[in-house]
């Protein structure tokens, strides 16, 4: 067996909620007030799994955050026992409260990048958390993602764990998300496409609207640390016009798999370098660019059905299916001309719907809740196999699930401390079905 790309799902917490936290994220703000169902988020979220299991992919979980944040939330200055921290913080500074309770942990691909052994100098695995600092509610993400990452991928003869970059504007990171690589298999050495939507130091174009949640000086250093062969590394920026109507990462206008990128024809400042660039860096065979043109769906379109949010995957047989969120389909021009997609001279055969309707009104789609990691048998032997996603794990965790998880959510719930005492008894019951040990903050208290 050689190289296989495992996705990494990030299960989706018990605070799941509706908060318009993400400033340009217009599915997030579009949704601020509404009732969430933390529970059919969670069960959206590991039926999915199930979809890419018995398509046979490898697939793994990644354990949520710790929400409420209690620790942010005393950091902030509430103070008194655990249900006065919360009354404090809802009667002065609900927004503050509703950050500590975000469930963002979920979009998995803005966790970490992650960089195989193919591509890296000394041969190991590398991840580097993202720093997320656009917004509260997922810059105080890093910490447990970095527990949890090391958790799971402990073998340091297999993996190398970085510091998240420092928390500033110009080295602002949201990871995979704006990362892709593109290989003739798996194993093999792949070139590395980092997307940016700002430099910090060079001037260019930037969004006049939105924030630009990449910087380019972050993804250079997320290069570096990696070890990365700047020869096989491509840096582009994304269009700034896009990021003004919603683009708000990378994986939302562009998806790449093996030797496929498809991607809006707007989705860069100058698509044609980009694709000259990558396959220079690429060399042979010649690459396969699918160019949407926004004539056939304009960028609004792309954004409110997530298209370029699907997973792009590899079957055994060596097709690629293409992991849809169920919007694409209530599209029907995007539903339309991927019909036609699978009738044209690509990789691309097959079609898959998935309902994320919780995720995606927080405006994250497929793509968003997964890290792919490429991992060659020995490193897979490496890791911590209880994350591996199999039937066993699959029927634990949606009795977890539903043990744990309340169905309904508003605001004025954030405050409950009984909220509180089901999150962390979920969480503790989680590391040890993922046989993580601890990870949260609550565990590691006097450890
Ligand atoms: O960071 N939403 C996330 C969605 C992330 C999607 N990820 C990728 N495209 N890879 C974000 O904007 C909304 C949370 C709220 O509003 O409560 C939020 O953070």
Request: hydrophobic residues 45%; aromatic residues 6%; proline residues 6%.
């Amino acid at each position: 067996m050689s190289a296989i790309e495992v996705n990494f799902d990030g299960l989706v917490g018990t605070t799941h909620s509706y908060a318009g936290l993400a400033f340009g994220n217009l599915a997030s703000q579009r949704s601020a007030g509404s009732v969430s169902n933390p529970r059919a988020a969670a069960r959206q979220g590991l039926r999915k799994m199930k979809v890419l299991h018995d398509l046979g992919l490898s697939q793994a979980v990644l354990p949520p955050q710790e929400r409420p944040a209690m620790d942010v939330l005393r950091q902030l200055g509430f103070g008194g026992s655990d249900a006065a921290v919360l009354a404090g913080a809802a009667r002065s500074a609900p927004q503050l409260l509703a950050a500590c309770c975000s469930a963002a942990s979920m979009w998995a691909a803005n966790s970490a990048t992650v960089s195989p052994s193919a591509d890296t100098a000394d041969g190991r695995v590398h991840f580097t958390p993202a720093n997320l600092i656009s917004g509260l509610h997922r810059a105080i993400e890093p910490p447990t993602t970095a527990r949890a990452l090391r958790a799971i991928f402990a073998d340091p003869s297999h993996f190398a764990h970085h510091a998240p970059l420092p928390a500033v504007e110009p080295f602002a990171d949201e990871g995979a998300a704006n990362h892709t690589r593109l290989c003739s298999e798996y194993g093999a050495a792949g070139v590395e496409f980092f997307v940016y939507g700002k430099s910090a130091f060079d001037s260019g174009p930037a969004p006049k609207r939105y924030p630009a949640r990449q910087s380019l000086e972050a993804s250079r250093a997320v290069a570096r640390l990696h070890g990365l062969d700047a020869r096989r590394c491509v840096c582009a920026q994304q269009n700034p016009r896009l990021i003004d109507v919603g683009v708000f990462h990378n994986d939302v206008i562009a998806v790449g798999n093996a030797q496929v990128l498809l991607h809006h024809e707007r989705a860069f400042v100058d698509c044609a370098a980009v694709q000259r660039q990558l396959q220079q860096a690429f060399g042979e065979p010649p690459l396969c660019f699918v160019a949407v043109p926004e004539a056939r769906i304009d960028a609004a379109q792309a954004v409110s059905s997530y298209l370029f949010n699907s997973q792009l995957v590899t079957l055994a047989s060596g097709e690629m299916a293409l992991i849809v969120a169920q919007e694409c389909r209530r599209s029907p021009p995007v539903w339309c001309w991927l019909e036609e997609l699978l009738e044209r001279q690509t990789p691309i055969r097959r079609l898959v719907v998935t309902d994320v309707t919780e995720s995606m009104r927080n405006g994250g789609g497929p793509a968003c809740l997964r890290l792919r990691v490429v991992l060659t048998p020995a490193q897979l032997a490496a890791l911590n196999a209880s994350v591996l996603f199999d039937e066993p794990l699959f029927a634990a965790l949606g009795a977890w699930v539903e043990r744990n998880y309340r169905d309904r959510l508003t605001a004025a719930d954030l405050a409950d401390p009984a909220l509180l005492v089901e999150s962390r008894t979920a969480l503790d019951e989680l590391t040890g079905i993922l046989r993580l040990g601890p990870i949260y903050p609550f565990q590691l208290v006097g450890a």
